[in-house]
C-alpha cells in the first residue's frame, strides 16, 4: 500500500505535469516499499541518480511551462527548484557515508518536496492560470540533462 497518495485536488490542470508529479509520488513510495520498510539500503544510490536526471527534466519542463503561461513569480519558483537540486547533490555527495542517513534524508526531501512543494508552490502557478487558452498550452517534454546549475 503506497505510503502516500495522489489526489485530483494536487493538480496542475497540465497532464505532462501532474504525470511528473506522480512519478515522484511513485519514486517516494518506492523508496518507501524497497529500501526504508524492508531495512534494504543498496538500493538508494540506484534510485538517486534516477531521480536526480528525472528532477533536472522535470525542473526544465515545469520552468518552460511557468514562462508560456507568464507566471509572475517565474524567478523565485527557479530558485526552489535550484534548491532541491542542491540538497539532492549533496545526497548523492554523502551517499558513501553511510547509505542508512542517506535514505532517511531521502525520504524527507522527497515528502518535504511533495507538501511543500508540489501541494503548496506548484499550486500558486496553477492558480495563476486564468483563461482556458492557457491551459490548453503545450509543453514538450525535454530529455533529461547531464548537468544543471
Ligand atoms: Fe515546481
Known amino acids: ?3 502516500i497518495k495522489w489526489k485530483n485536488k494536487y493538480t496542475v490542470n497540465n497532464q505532462q505535469l501532474d504525470s ?3 512519478k ?3 519514486l517516494f513510495n518506492k523508496m518507501y516499499d524497497e ?4 531495512g534494504t539500503v543498496a538500493c538508494t544510490c540506484i534510485m538517486l541518480d534516477e531521480l536526480i536526471s528525472f528532477t533536472e527534466y522535470h525542473c ?3 520552468e518552460d511551462y511557468m514562462a508560456k503561461i507568464g507566471y509572475n513569480n517565474l524567478e523565485e519558483h527557479i530558485i526552489k527548484h535550484n534548491d532541491i ?4 547533490r549533496k545526497i548523492k555527495q554523502d551517499q558513501e557515508d553511510n547509505l542508512q542517513t542517506v535514505t532517511m534524508a531521502l525520504m524527507v526531501l522527497i515528502g518535504n518536496w511533495i507538501r511543500l512543494h508540489i501541494i503548496e508552490e506548484d499550486m500558486k502557478y496553477n ?3 486564468q ?4 491551459k490548453s498550452i503545450d509543453i514538450v517534454p525535454q530529455e533529461p540533462l547531464t548537468t544543471r546549475k
Do not use: G
Open 1 to 3: 500500500m503506497p505510503l
Open 20 to 22: 511528473d508529479h506522480k
Open 24 to 26: 515522484i509520488f511513485d
Open 35 to 38: 529500501c526504508l520498510a524492508t
Open 60 to 62: 526544465k519542463t515545469e
Open 85 to 88: 537540486m542542491q540538497r539532492l
Open 127 to 129: 492558480l495563476e492560470i
Open 131 to 134: 483563461s482556458e487558452s492557457a
